[in-house]
């Protein structure tokens, strides 16, 4: 019902900045959490920011706040990711995810529904 595509990852020097967007397809309804997920090789995929359906709610996690912003324009059925100040511990696949069903911010995978195919962020020391 739901397709999401990641796209603006790449490689970036420690203190660098990139801006990651998720475009979904598929279904038009805008009314659903979004979120940002983040896998580094050999390890769980983990919550890095979520945002309500009307961006009144924003949720992050320790490891990135004051460093990325999630934001997202519905007439454009995009979320976006704003990352900053990165670190080489900021290296991982990033995948944007949907939840359909819940109100609040989920902080765990099996809270969403929908996920994007990930895109590539490395960070260099």
């Known amino acids: 019902q739901v397709q999401l595509v990641e796209s603006g990852g790449g490689l970036a020097q420690a203190g660098g900045s990139l801006r990651l967007s998720c475009a979904a397809s598929?279904?038009?309804?805008?009314?659903?959490?979004m979120g940002w997920f983040r896998q580094a090789p050999g390890k769980e995929r983990e919550f890095v920011a979520g945002i309500s359906w009307n961006a009144d709610n924003k949720d992050y996690a320790d490891s990135v706040k004051g460093r990325f912003t999630i934001s997202r324009d519905n007439g454009k059925n995009t979320v976006y990711l704003q990352m900053s100040s990165l670190k080489p511990d900021d290296t991982a696949v990033y995948y944007c995810a949907a939840d359909l069903s819940r109100l609040d911010i989920a902080t765990t995978v099996k809270g969403y529904d929908y996920w994007g195919q990930g895109t590539q962020v490395t960070v260099s020391s």
């Open positions: 598929g279904r038009t309804f805008s009314r659903y959490t």
